[in-house]
C-alpha cells in the first residue's frame, strides 16, 4: 500500500464511523421534539416521559458525533494539503458556514433544552429543541453541498496563475443538482435511522412488559415515521440515481457491474466478474430494469464500463477510470435491500399494531430489536458506494485522488496515524455502545420524577417555578 490508499483507509474509517452518528441525531432530534409537542398539545404525561428518555439518548449520540467530526476537519490538513490547497476557496466555504451558523445554533438551543427543563416556558422550550433539529438540517445541507461539489463541480473557475479553483457563483455550489437530490434522500433516510432505532429500543422494552404506556406510542410512531420515511428515500433513490447516470455514467456502470453498453439494459440481481473488472463471468438479471432505473424509459440506454472507460481515457488521458466493481456493485445492492427491508418491516409492524393491539408473539420483538441495526448498515453502504464510485477522482473530472494527498507526509506517518485512528474509535465505540445500553435499559423517568414538586406554602420561589413548569 502507498500513501494515498493509507490515507483513503484513514479518510474512509473516520467518515464511516463518524456517519454512524450524524443520521440518528437528525432523525433523532425531530421525534424528541415531536413528542414533547404532543406532551404540550395534550397533556399527557407519557408523552413528556418519553420525550426526555429519547433525550437523553439523542443527547448521548449528539455528543458523540461531535467527538468524531472534529478528526475529518483536521484530515484535510493533515493528510489531504494539496486537496486542501486546490479546492480551499470553494469546499472550505460551505463548512465555515456550516461550523459558524448550523453548529451554533444546534448547541446553543441544544445547551437551553438541556437546562431550561424547569426554568423556561414550556412552549419556549419545546421550540428549542425543534430549532435543535432545524440546525442538524443545516449543518447537513452545508456539508453536503460540499460533498455534492466534488461529485458535480459547478461555480468555479480555475486560476492558471496559481493552478487553484476559484469560487465564481457560491449560489450554485449551494443549489447544485447533485446537492438538490443528495440532500432530501440524505434527510429521509436519517428519519429511516431515528424511527428504527426507537423502534428497536421500545420493542426490547415491550417485550418485557415494561412501561407500555410510554413504549407502545413511541412504537407506533417511529413506525409511522419509518414507513414515510422508506417511501421518501425509494422516490429521493430514484431521481438520484437518473442524475448519477447522467453526470457519472461509470457510478452507475459499475453500481450494476455493466461491463458493456445495453439497450435496453437489464437490471442484475447477481452478476460475478473476473478479478480486474474488465468483464462478466455469470449473472442473472431482470430485462428493462436498469434501463428505468436509469434514464427514465425502459428502453434507455445504459453506458458500460468498458465503454465509458474508453470514453474517459478520451477525455482524460491515459488511466484507469474505473473503481473497485464489486465494492461499488455489493454496496449499491446493501443500500437498496436494506431500504426495502425497513419499509416492509415498518408496514408489517404497523399492521400488527392495528386497533390498539400489540404482536403477541417474542420473535417479533426479537425482529425489531435486530431491526435497530438495518439503517446503520444501509448507511454506511450508500456512503461508501457514493464515495468509491467516484475514484479515481477526488474532485470528479478536475483532481484525482492520487493528486490530493499531502507530499510531505510518508506512508509510514499515515499508517501509524490509521492505526492510533482506529483503536481511539474502537474505544469510543465501545463507550458509546456502553452508554446507550445502559440508559436504554434504565428505561423512562417515573410520572412522579418528570412532574413538578408541589408548591410549597413558605417558599414563593417554588410556586412560581412549578406555575411556569407547568405553563
Same mark, same amino acid.
Given at each position: ?5 493509507i490515507? $483513503? ?6 467518515t464511516?464511523? %463518524?456517519f454512524?452518528f ?10 424528541? /421534539?415531536?413528542?414533547? @409537542? ?9 408523552y ?11 443527547l ?13 476537519e ?9 486537496? #486542501? ?14 461550523g459558524?451558523l ?11 433544552w438541556?437546562? &431550561?427543563?424547569?426554568?423556561?416556558n ?13 440546525? @442538524?438540517?443545516? #449543518?447537513?445541507?452545508?456539508?453536503l ?11 468555479? $473557475?480555475?486560476?492558471?496563475?496559481? &493552478?487553484?479553483? $476559484? ?16 440532500f432530501? %434522500?440524505?434527510?429521509t433516510?436519517?428519519?429511516?435511522t ?10 426490547? %422494552?415491550?417485550?418485557?412488559? $415494561? ?12 413506525l ?14 430514484d431521481?438520484? &440515481? ?7 455514467p ?6 450494476? =457491474?455493466?461491463? +458493456?453498453?445495453?439497450?435496453? =439494459? ?13 468483464? +462478466? ?11 428505468f432505473?436509469?434514464?427514465? @424509459? ?14 474517459e ?6 488511466g ?6 464489486p ?20 408496514? /408489517? ?33 450508500g456512503?461508501?458506494?457514493? +464515495? ?13 485522488t492520487?493528486?490530493?494527498? #499531502? ?37 423512562p ?18 410556586? +412560581?417555578?412549578?406555575?411556569?413548569? =407547568?405553563?
Amino acid at each position: 500500500m502507498d500513501t494515498v490508499d493509507i490515507a $483513503r483507509w484513514q479518510f474512509g474509517i473516520t467518515t464511516v464511523y %463518524h456517519f454512524l452518528f450524524v443520521p440518528l441525531t437528525i432523525g433523532l432530534s425531530a421525534l424528541v /421534539a415531536g413528542l414533547e @409537542t404532543a406532551w404540550l398539545r395534550t397533556g399527557k404525561t407519557h408523552y413528556l416521559r418519553a420525550a426526555k428518555f429519547w433525550g437523553k439518548l439523542f443527547l448521548i449520540n449528539f455528543a458523540m458525533g461531535i467527538v468524531t467530526g472534529i478528526v475529518q476537519e483536521f484530515q484535510f490538513g493533515m493528510n489531504w494539503s494539496d486537496y #486542501s490547497r486546490f479546492v480551499g476557496d470553494i469546499f472550505g466555504a460551505p463548512l465555515a458556514i456550516e461550523g459558524l451558523l448550523a453548529f451554533f445554533v444546534e448547541s446553543t438551543f441544544l445547551g437551553l433544552w438541556i437546562f &431550561g427543563w424547569d426554568r423556561l416556558n414550556a412552549r419556549l422550550h419545546n421550540a428549542c429543541i425543534w430549532l435543535v433539529h432545524i440546525g @442538524t438540517l443545516l #449543518s447537513a445541507y452545508f456539508i453536503l453541498a460540499a460533498n455534492s461539489w466534488m461529485q458535480h463541480p459547478v461555480g468555479y $473557475r480555475i486560476d492558471h496563475a496559481t &493552478g487553484r479553483a $476559484r469560487l465564481t457563483d457560491f449560489w450554485a455550489v449551494l443549489t447544485n443538482s447533485t446537492q438538490l437530490v443528495s440532500f432530501p %434522500h440524505t434527510i429521509t433516510a436519517a428519519f429511516v435511522t431515528g424511527g428504527l432505532f426507537m423502534a428497536g429500543v421500545s420493542a426490547w %422494552h415491550l417485550a418485557r412488559r $415494561r412501561n407500555i404506556e410510554v413504549f407502545r406510542p413511541s412504537l407506533k410512531v417511529a413506525l409511522a415515521v419509518t414507513a414515510i420515511a422508506s417511501i421518501g428515500v425509494a422516490i429521493t433513490g430514484d431521481v438520484q &440515481g437518473k442524475v448519477m447516470t447522467e453526470q457519472q455514467p461509470m457510478k452507475m456502470a459499475a453500481a450494476e =457491474a455493466l461491463y +458493456e453498453t445495453e439497450q435496453p =439494459a437489464s437490471f442484475s440481481v447477481f452478476t460475478l466478474g473476473t478479478p480486474d473488472g474488465h468483464k +462478466e463471468v455469470f449473472g442473472i438479471k431482470v430485462p428493462r430494469v436498469l434501463s428505468f432505473l436509469a434514464t427514465g @424509459t425502459f428502453d434507455g440506454e445504459v453506458k458500460g464500463i468498458n465503454d465509458v472507460q474508453a470514453a474517459e481515457q478520451a477525455r482524460y488521458g491515459p488511466g484507469n477510470y474505473r473503481p473497485v466493481v464489486p465494492v461499488a456493485y455489493w454496496n449499491f445492492r446493501i443500500m437498496v435491500g436494506v431500504g426495502m427491508l425497513t419499509a416492509l418491516l415498518s408496514v /408489517a409492524g404497523l399492521w400488527l399494531m392495528r386497533r390498539g393491539r400489540l404482536p403477541s408473539k417474542p420473535w417479533m420483538y426479537r425482529v425489531g430489536v435486530l431491526a435497530l441495526s438495518l439503517p446503520f448498515i444501509g448507511n454506511s453502504a450508500g456512503w461508501i458506494f457514493t +464515495e468509491n464510485g467516484r475514484q479515481p477522482w477526488s474532485v470528479f473530472g478536475v483532481l484525482k485522488t492520487s493528486a490530493s494527498v #499531502s507530499p510531505g507526509v510518508s506512508a509510514t506517518s499515515m499508517l501509524i496515524s490509521v492505526v492510533s485512528l482506529t483503536a481511539l474509535y474502537g474505544v469510543l465505540l465501545v463507550i458509546e455502545v456502553g452508554l446507550m445500553l445502559r440508559y436504554a435499559k434504565a428505561g423512562p423517568p417515573t410520572e412522579e420524577e418528570v412532574l413538578p414538586p408541589p408548591p410549597s406554602d413558605d417558599s414563593d420561589d417554588d410556586a +412560581e417555578r412549578s406555575l411556569a413548569f =407547568a405553563y
